[in-house]
């Protein structure tokens, strides 16, 4: 591709080199660099590219974008502004504008982007379109499926991914957006069809520093990214929602502009899409939902109401779309559970597993207080007297220290039992992980077990009929990060063990094994 044409729309401070050059490809890591390519030198959390320019030159980098005003250099130079915002307009330039061709869909928010776009999936699927999907779990090209190493790729990814996904035949693509990538460009260009917001709650703030640019980072997406004929769909019961939501009305009101199209949903009424009559079990959910006027029948596998919002998104999603509502209503059905959110694991056991990546402070009081409603509703045989939540979580390291302490205090609040362990430790100790969680302690109804495949263990072991076991904080991940190492761990494998281990020992026993522990307080 010529360079003239790669820097289309691309802002820079000097571009006196030749732009007739024929550029072979692209790359923003030096290692990746081939003779004819581009360089772009971006900063990373950990690295910065201009200090690998040399090496790119030498491995045939034909041209250099940076920031930085270098003179001296033994190649051509293009200085930019932002070579993060260059990167993702070259992108989409070098990938042939993919996203003008795609009813692309971007989902943000701290909870519940990546159900809401398995849920989306499903209608699209069964409304007869291929879809391509973008998210934490897997990048998805129809039915092929790819490790995700980032919830968004970086924009030289993200471009590829879309042409990629329509040179494949996809004609809708659902992508999660987090907030880094919103912050660091890797979507610009990219233009939205569709963008949703679920919600907004503590997190990233190492990032991030403020909750006010944490907002205005996923603002980005509605503001800037989105199409001018597009449309936001916003929970109207998140106090950020409603913020959103006033201040795009605001900002469509001119004279000379058409008002910003815009669907709201939620519990309460004002919101355009309404849910009602909730009936929450360990089986799935029921509910009526609201649009306009009319009421309509929803059932579901998935379980609690956190997924309540995630159906309610996916619905305003489709119904922004042209999709009919019993298509809507065919694909929430037909939406299994999701690796690591809310997710049952069921061997027989006669006390409730759950997985979920629940992380954040607002994330576990959603959980724990779903798994509370599961209790008032469960049909199980009990033996014992009354049905305990049992909470097994730690905080990563290495991350927003600040929101350890209020964990804790969410978990021992509202859990019977909590077993404080290590999540992704990282570089930190994991004891000082758990003194800090600790800290937040409103009660004494924990213990610490440092090892998470035995905090695990050991909620099993504790567990007696109809209580619910809720594992947090790492959901679909397979690797426990410690030190710069990634081990392999994988939560729903080491409860599967649990609970084989234990059923055996009850069929030679029969005895739940719960006894002595309520003796000692728990």
């Known amino acids: 591709m010529i360079l003239k044409e790669l820097l289309q729309g691309c802002d820079s401070v000097n571009n006196s080199l030749s732009a007739d050059r024929d550029v072979k490809g692209v790359a923003y890591d030096s290692r990746r660099v081939k003779e004819g390519y581009l360089f772009v030198a971006i900063k990373g959390e950990r690295y910065d590219g201009h200090d690998f320019i040399t ?18 250099i033994e190649s051509a130079y293009i200085r930019v502004k932002d070579s993060r915002r260059a990167l993702a307009c070259i992108a989409h330039n070098f990938y042939g504008m993919s996203s003008e061709n795609l009813f692309l869909i971007g989902i943000t928010g701290t909870n519940g982007k990546t159900t809401t776009t398995y849920i989306l999936k499903s209608i699209l699927e069964s409304w007869g379109k291929d879809v391509g999907l973008i998210g934490t779990i897997h990048y998805m090209v129809k039915d092929k499926t790819y490790p995700a190493p980032f919830t968004t790729p970086e924009s030289l990814e993200f471009h590829g991914l879309l042409k990629d ?37 503590r997190d990233h703030l190492d990032f991030h520093k403020t909750m006010e640019s944490y907002f205005r980072a996923k603002e980005r997406l509605f503001r800037e990214l989105l199409d001018k004929d597009g449309t936001s769909v916003i929970n109207l019961d998140d106090s950020y929602g409603k913020r959103l939501t006033s201040e795009l009305g605001s900002a469509s009101g001119g004279q000379d502009s058409e008002p910003s199209r815009i669907l709201t949903y939620g519990l309460e009424d004002g919101a355009d899409i309404v849910a009602r009559e909730m009936n929450p079990s360990s089986e799935g959910l029921r509910f009526k939902l609201s649009f306009r006027g009319r009421s309509y ?17 996916a619905a305003g999603v489709s119904i922004s779309l042209g999709v009919p509502w019993q298509i809507i209503l065919e694909g929430i059905r037909k939406t299994g559970g999701v690796t690591g959110r809310f997710e049952k694991v069921d061997l027989g056991q006669n006390f409730l597993c759950l997985i979920d990546y629940a992380h954040t402070e607002d994330a576990l009081e959603r959980l724990i207080c779903t798994a509370r409603e599961l209790v008032k509703n469960s049909s199980h045989i009990t033996h ?57 302690a409103v009660r004494r109804n924990y213990m610490k077990e440092p090892n998470r495949r035995e905090a ?35 939560d729903r494998e080491i409860l599967e063990e649990a609970i084989k281990d234990k059923l055996r020992i009850q069929g030679v026993n029969e005895h739940c094994g719960c006894s002595e522990i309520r003796l000692k307080g728990f």
């Open 55 to 72: 090496e790119a030159i030498k491995k045939g980098a034909i041209a250099v974008i940076g920031e930085r005003d270098l003179r001296d």
């Open 165 to 201: 996904m329509l040179s494949s035949g996809c004609t809708h693509v659902i992508s999660e957006v987090s907030s880094h990538a919103l912050e660091q460009h890797r979507v610009d260009g990219a233009i939205f069809r569709v963008a949703v917001f679920t919600n907004l709650t």
């Open 297 to 313: 029948d929803v059932s579901s596998p998935l379980i609690g109401l956190p997924n309540v919002y995630n159906i309610m998104s």
């Open 456 to 490: 695990i263990r050991k909620a099993v072991d504790l567990a007696c009929d109809r209580d619910i076991i809720l594992i947090a904080g790492k959901g679909h991940e397979d690797y426990q990060e410690i030190k710069g190492m990634r081990y392999r761990l994988n």
């Open 384 to 440: 014992c007297t009354s049905p305990r939540i049992i909470t097994v979580f730690g905080c990563g390291g290495d991350r927003d220290r600040g929101k350890r302490p209020k964990m804790g205090a969410v978990a021992t609040k509202l859990s019977d039992l909590v077993i404080l362990t290590s999540d992704n430790p990282r570089s930190e100790e994991p004891s000082d992980i758990i003194r800090e969680i600790e800290d937040g």
